[in-house]
């Protein structure tokens, strides 16, 4: 075959560190123009993103030559070394260690872009009706991870001697 086609399609989740409520409404349309920047050098496109104070949602193509964990590794280390450049209330920002990939159906593209786009909505003013937790949970069950370890996906915030807010 001469050519090759794709059409690689992931939905993309990870939290800020110990979900703490760092994103607000500041930085937010800024942060997701970064983000969305750093996957286009890969050649990925950005269909959709958007999230609450403690997490993000990202839908965007994912190029056939270029790792997915290479790819979230600098949009991840150049959205949060950008977030630490906004103020000294930022200075302690971080992503959670891991992240969520899950692949997506074109064909039910609309319904994913929807649910993305009303994350604020879905969640309810400061996590009220689901929180990140909740919501990253019925996930992993939905994509066939039911014995996932909690202890690992969402670990507890450190001592006080650690400084996060």
């Known amino acids: 075959m001469p050519q090759s086609y794709d059409r690689i399609i992931i939905h993309t989740t990870f939290s800020t560190k110990y979900r703490q409520p760092w994103i607000d409404e500041t930085i937010e349309p800024e942060l997701h123009k970064v983000m969305t920047s750093c996957f286009a050098n890969y050649g990925a496109i950005v269909l959709e993103i958007n999230g609450t104070p403690d997490h993000v949602h990202i839908v965007h193509t994912l190029p056939r030559t270029k790792a997915l964990a290479t790819i979230l590794n600098d949009v991840k280390s150049v959205s949060s070394s950008w ?15 891991g992240y969520g990939a899950f692949s997506a159906d074109y064909r039910k593209l609309d319904g ?9 909505i879905h969640h309810g003013l400061n996590n009220q009706l689901m929180d990140f937790e909740q919501e990253y949970t019925r996930m992993l069950i939905a994509f066939g991870y039911p014995d996932f370890n ?9 001592g006080p001697e650690v400084r996060l807010l």
């Open 83 to 97: 977030i630490k450049t906004k103020g000294e209330q930022y200075a302690w920002f971080g992503w959670q260690d």
């Open 150 to 158: 909690p202890k690992y996906q969402f670990p507890d915030v450190p």
């Open 112 to 120: 994913l872009l929807t649910y993305v786009r009303k994350q604020k």
